[in-house]
């Protein structure tokens, strides 16, 4: 007892202490790996610069000339242009995250760490704000330092701390908006008039929203919520205003040039994946049924709950131990679930019963969106990362819950979660070195920095008057038909992105080459920058 009111006595400081341990273990790396996938679609839409180059006549897609200067690339850019990059880049999604980029880049400039770095900074805010949540919500500063050292160590977390895209920012919201909620329930209750916080509760929904639009089913829980629990006429009035201002500004965005070709993307891309999974299955993408479907769920499963996070890509040798870790876990969440019957009113199990839907109704929609796709594409453990934070403040409740049990219960698996507590920091181990999981993305072999930084180092370091850097052009000609440009500039306009922004380095790309970046001497000579190596080094 005497080291649990020491423990709450200096809580801020252990916050503090975990904070920093949170801060260290994100930004150790964090600038090792080239970016990657969409993360490079961040950098291009939060630039205002559209992916092969279609706001670029000035530049890289000049119609009569095929020279162009790092000062052309970056010519001035306005509003139509973001409309246009997140439009055919990103399908109008996450709008929020890179147009904050934007901004945030225009500060600290475009490098790996300096794009990943908000990433890093609201998954601390999380950090924060998941321990303002439970102190509050569940009158406990034990299980608030709790829950804030899970987050602290949680290699999900880590890993989306190290990624130049939307999902923490995401994350951040998703959890204000809920805690906003039930200050917004717990206040009506007792006959305060919180009108302004009602729009704060409204902003926070409309900003997950344009973080990601997948973050819909959270507010539907939301919903489901406060008409089983909250019976104030006062609050649904301004629930339903305040759904009002959400959508009002989803559909406004969705309306703009930015936003207005979401949809029709979406339903092409969903006509793609089906033909792909039909004739390439792999992994990662299948025809949607019940097989198929569960053995997706198993990664996005094991990825969202930390007492289970890795089973399935453990080796034979240690499945036993963990199919144990998961029944231990399974055995815990029955116990905690039997105890609920006990409470003496609803009141004392709305918040239990809130948790459990926070924690577990976004797995069952990933199945919707399979039968509804047709294919497995959407099983993944971002589409769900919204739900993250309340199944770390259950998997605490379980915790707490388990220590007033007897020994011969608490002991078998707290030495199984030990256990489970060594493939954590295997896991942080492999998020730094690339061999991470399915979280977000996963590679054959670990990513090296990022080649086209180092590309632009090499002819800032290597240019003379007089030279032509040569750019590659991958699928030259192969494109043409499909309203396409005939040949890419996406090399160029990557390496384009790291030099300097004044500079009058003279480039083109090159028709005859797919994979090499090239310095062309007066006198005809080439200097080879670098090589991609196909699809290597196109991370």
Known sequence: MQIQQLIRQNAILILIGILLMAFALRFYKIGAHGLAGDEKYSLFVSQFVTYEGNNQHDSVRKPNNPYFTPKEFWSEKSLPDFFDSIARLDTGNGALYTYSLHFWTKLFGVSDTSLRFPSLLFNLFTIILLFIFVKQHFHSKNLALLVAFLAAISPFYINYSQVARNYSM??????????????????????????????????SVLACELCHLATFPLFIIHAIFVLMFFRKKRGYIGFILAAFISVGGVAL?????????????????????????????????????????????????????????????????????????????????????????????INAIKLPVFLLMLSFIPIFTLIVFAFQDGNTFRIMPRYVAYSYSFSLVLLALLIQNLFKKANIIRFPILLIWAIQFLMILK???????????????????????????????????????????????????????????????VDAQLTNFYLPKDSEIIQRVNLNEENKIYIQKPDGSQQLIFDFEGTKYRY
């Open 253 to 345: 965005w969705l309306k703009s040039d930015g936003g207005r070709w979401l949809i029709d993307y979406v339903s092409n891309s969903v006509k793609v994946y089906n033909q792909m999974a039909l004739e390439t299955p792999d992994d990662y993408l299948s025809l949607a049924n019940p097989k198929n479907i569960l053995k997706q769920l198993r990664y996005v499963i094991s990825a969202m709950y930390l007492s289970i996070d890795g089973y399935p890509t453990i080796s034979v040798f240690h499945k036993k131990t963990f199919i144990a870790t998961i029944l231990a876990s399974l055995f815990v969440l029955g116990i905690y679930i039997w105890d609920l019957r006990k409470a003496s009113n």
């Open 427 to 489: 896991l942080v181990n492999n998020v730094w070195n690339d061999k991470a999981p399915r979280y977000f993305m996963s590679f054959p072999e670990p990513r090296k920095e990022n080649p086209y930084q180092t590309s632009a180092n090499l002819i800032i370091k290597n240019y003379a008057k007089g030279d032509t850097v040569l750019y590659p052009s991958v699928f030259v000609e192969k494109r043409g038909g499909l309203g396409m440009p005939s040949y890419s500039v």
């Open 170 to 203: 995401n994350m951040f919201f998703a959890l204000l908006a809920t805690h906003l909620l039930l200050q917004l329930i717990n206040e009506e209750e007792s006959d305060q008039k919180p009108k302004w916080k009602y729009l704060a509760y409204s902003l």
